[in-house]
Nanobody
Framework: VQLQASGGGSVQAGASLRLSCAGSGRAFSGYGMGWFRQAPGKKYEFVAAINWNGGDTQYSESVKGRFTISRDNYKNFLYLQMNNLEPEDTAVYYC???????????????????WGPGTLVTVSS
């Protein structure tokens, strides 16, 4: 499946943004999906993942309670609602898909077979 993220931008600390990811080529239902991010000069970091039907989610400790991942399998969309953004959230965010493992194992980049180009989120203090 081809993935395309959008919704990034520049905001001040405390603001909210919602990232969207459109899937095309085939339906992405049936697989886990997730979001990763890469801050300048740092490695890719797991942010959140969601199972095939949206019934289960997991988050990194750094975003738990502030970010919410969701999906709409009918529309082939994945979302990341980001609230109370902090300067440490500044990064390029990547939408990922096609994790065929149980959700608790969908936390590493290699677990996801599909990656889309990133969208930049910049949070200023």
């Amino acid at each position: 499946v081809q993935l395309q993220a959008s919704g990034g931008g520049s905001v001040q600390a405390g603001a909210s943004l919602r990232l969207s990811c459109a899937g095309s080529g085939r339906a992405f239902s049936g697989y886990g999906m997730g979001w990763f991010r890469q801050a300048p000069g740092k490695k890719y970091e797991f942010v959140a993942a969601i199972n095939w039907n949206g019934g289960d989610t997991q988050y990194s400790e750094s975003v738990k309670g502030r970010f919410t991942i969701s999906r709409d399998n009918y529309k082939n969309f994945l979302y990341l609602q980001m609230n109370n953004l902090e300067p440490e959230d500044t990064a390029v965010y990547y939408c990922t898909g096609d994790c065929s493992k149980a959700l608790r194992y969908c936390r590493e980049g290699v677990d996801f077979r599909s990656w889309g180009p990133g969208t930049l989120v910049t949070v200023s203090s």
